[in-house]
């Protein structure tokens, strides 16, 4: 060993698993994919120009805004790739190519950056920027539906115009029709009015089963999601079968499917015990079916999800695993 | 429209009455003293008095539990005033300021491994003993500096050095330095060593050029005042007594004594 | 059939990647007597020994050289023969400053040795008598902590001792010291066994080995079997890490949980190592101090891995060189195993009773520490074997929120590394506990 050589000398461990931020991150933008291909096949040009205008302008506003606050770039570490995309799925096709870039601005700058960055910031960076652009440009966002012509299998040009959610707020809708099987398949493969990202279910679950796989999320938050708004669809279905959607309308329409997959399970404004999940999840799940059956809006999910968020602080305060060791009763 | 004032108005009549009632029927006695003393006081709440907050020396000082002259910040004023308010006499204590007494930055000193970890200095130390060469000297991750209310202390080089002129003696940085290298002297004081290495002559020299060898040089130098004496291999100042030589600044061979009068 | 399946799970742990097949299959090589011995006197938990030689006395091999200094402490004794050139202050292996007796050997006669009395019958042998051995042998906890044997095998009066785990779970990677002990020394070990049976009057005994030792777990069952041995059974354990952790290892055994802040004796268990069983035995049946034990010396970045038994106070220079010498791009040198080891700032560190390992690391075997920002994604969480929040924890520290910490039981965090190991932040987390822990301890006693 030379004079100058030094030995390299932390506290231990002095191993790793070799998981990083990075490699996480690249995880889930791999399960998006499916869900952007199926935008592109149902909406076309508009799907590729608002994910490539969401991702684009959210990496230059991280890079922008880190560099005037004097931090250390991250845009290596995928985040910001991610809230594009998550963005952009929250979006109808029609909508402008100006508004998605504001919307980048207030989920990258406003709700994350200014916050202090990644592990920082209390709400989903994407939902904020989703929710900010909804109640700022509400007609753009409700998606100007009148280029999409609703058929059924009958191939009978049913409704032109609204989502099916819309469809059966505004009771436009029969709930038989809604309910029925043929729709149900359409709604499935997303064959549906919606925004781009959200209205193939099939798409999103392969997303999900992979990030399950590799071990990026764990089944807590999606499974407790779905399952209390299949469970709550379900009895109100049962007490009233002409006044309410089947529980597989719910659960394969709006933004359910993209929310519990991968909206609510943004681990930095989720909880981080599972029991803390399981409750985050049911919260969710509650107040989405509350919202789309007592509330004045169609779709629930982002603001069920933005009031969980808001929740996770004291859900780890509250839920916290027993240790090893201490007698019952004993936190 | 008319019911709708009235009613708006009686509430608000109703509600400020229970307020007032609370604020007769809960209030809590309080010597108006304590709070004239705090007024005093200058508001810091750094802890140097060994009290919680200025309130709490305040409080202290009024019921008669607590010297009249701890308050650090604040000096000799303070505690002129504070006789003056309680019409009694204190001597005001001395003003001290807070020294680092290390002087191996990083061109100097050596390090001994490349440390990687929290950027402090209680968690380098816990890593191997810290990655400074000299077992004694400053680590320099600049956990004294964090923690200084006023902002006095400065990394140079890999060490921390007081602004004495900002330095309010609160002992802050005393209590978080893992090497104890920290310490409070009399601020009229201007000359002083920057070593707390106890090492023998050849593995201070072997670790880092500015650090006492033990020569015992200036201590020779200044026998008549008896102003320095050994501790072991470590040569210190004696702050109760003057040093008249300066010439130690010079005639010190690895240059670890500094007379700051001359700033 | 003396092999029966843990039952209970333990929850946490993680798969580092072991690399055992670098120093597993050979035999057990013996270091040639190094020139200079550098013997440190605090080789165990406890007050450090004190020093019963001076400078220029000359001892004979197994000679007391410190004594031990209060109930839990250990004597300490010479491994060869030689001159005492010098008692000196230096660094051990964790950084914090020791005392050192530099012993320069006589290299020409091993014969040079006070006289031991070995037994040709331990079973004769009064349970005092075999715990006076055993404590004048400076017998102590090999495994990594130190703790003074006798201490442990005298437990408090109406704690009674149930059971006796042998610890061959040897669960941190590159270590194969203790599995190579229990294919070369089968007789040493279960007798070992047996001797601690009787000082504690315990019926039943396990060796829990991981299952990644078929060899071993094959050998030692019918060795056992041979013997006609009934009380001891061999439990195979899960390989994961920290198997080999005293608490995790009695509750898959056992299904029992020690409690927080207590000792194992509470729930009727003791758990020893396998290297502190064959040094019992050596001690009650041969009479030898502990003078000597089997390093594993491994990594990518040593020329031959191997396991090396060598005499305390050898420099861990004089190992790397017995090895075959250093590879190029060596980033670390650790002592003990990667997960809970110390990295070593020099190679002049000495061996003690309690190092298990040399490791030469490469940049490609370790990773480096960033001081990100949790995203609390729950790995840490999941891999705690105690079943703590890491990610809270080290957020509490890094606001220095120490009373936080301390509420949510930072003083029950093993150190195991678990959390740190899972983080894709690569947060240095142990290091923020022992940062909150060093703190608490300061504490004034409230």
Known sequence: MSEEQFYSVSSSPHVHSGASIHGIMRDVVIAMIPAFIAAVIFFGLDAVRLTVVCVASCVIFEYLSRRIMKRNQTISDLSAVITGMLLAYNLPPSFPTWMAIVGSFVAIVIAKQLFGGLGYNPFNPALAGRLFLFLSFAFAMSGNWTDWNYINADNIAAITGATPLGMLQESTGSISFLSSNSNILNLFL???????????????ILGGIYLLWRKVITWHIPVAYIGTVAVFATILYVIDPTGNASPLFHLFSGGLMLGAIFMATDMVTSPTDKSGMLVFGIGCGLLTMIIRKWGSYPEGVSFSIFIMNAATPLLNRVCKPKMFGLKKGKA | MIETVLAITCIGFGCSFALAIAAKFFEVKENPKIGEVNNLLPGANCGACGYAGCMDYAKAVVNDDAELNLCAPGGSDVTASLCEYLGKTAEAAEKQVAIVLCMGTDDVAKRRFEYNGIADCRSAQLVGGGDKACTYGC??????????????????????????????????????????????VPAKSTVHILCSSKDKGPIVRKVCTSGCIGCTMCVRLTKEEESISMDGFLAKIDYTKEVQNKAIVEKCPPKCIIDTSNN | MNILKAKFKIHGGVHPKYRKELARNEETKRLPLPKILRISTTQHLGAPSKPVVKKGDYVKKYQLLAEAAGFISAPVHSPAAGTIKDIVAGTGATGTPISEIILETNTTSDEDLVGVFPTNDWNTLSPETILNRVREAGVVGAGGAGFPTYVKLSPPPGKEIQTLIINGAECEPYLTADYRLMMEHPKCLVEGIQII????????????????????????????KDNGIENIKIATLPTFYPQGAEKQQIFAVTGKQVPSGGLPSEVGVLVENTGTTVAIYNAVVKDLPFIERTTTVSGYGIENPSNVIAPLGTPYQDLIDFCGGAKDGVKKIISGGPMMGFAQATTETTTT?????????TAKEISQYESAPCISCGR????????LMPAELSQFCEAEDFESAAANRVMDCMECGCCAFSCPAHRPLVQHFRTAKAFLRAQPKK
């Open chain 1, 190 to 204: 997303g064959r549906v009015n919606g925004c781009i990202g959200e209205v193939s279910s099939l798409a999103l």
């Open chain 2, 139 to 184: 680590l320099g991750y600049g956990t004294c500096a964090s923690v200084c209310p006023t902002n006095a202390i400065e990394m140079i080089n890999g060490v921390a050095k007081v602004h004495p002129e900002l330095c309010i003696a609160c002992g802050k940085c005393i209590s978080v330095c893992p090497r104890n290298l920290i310490k409070l």
């Open chain 3, 380 to 387: 840490c969480i999941a891999a705690c074997p105690m079943n």
């Open chain 3, 353 to 361: 009773k309690t190092t298990s390992g040399l490791l030469l690391l």
């Open chain 3, 197 to 224: 049976c009787k000082v504690l009057n315990v019926q039943d005994a396990h060796i829990a080995i991981e299952d990644n030792k078929p060899e071993a777990i094959e050998l030692l069952s019918k060795y056992i």
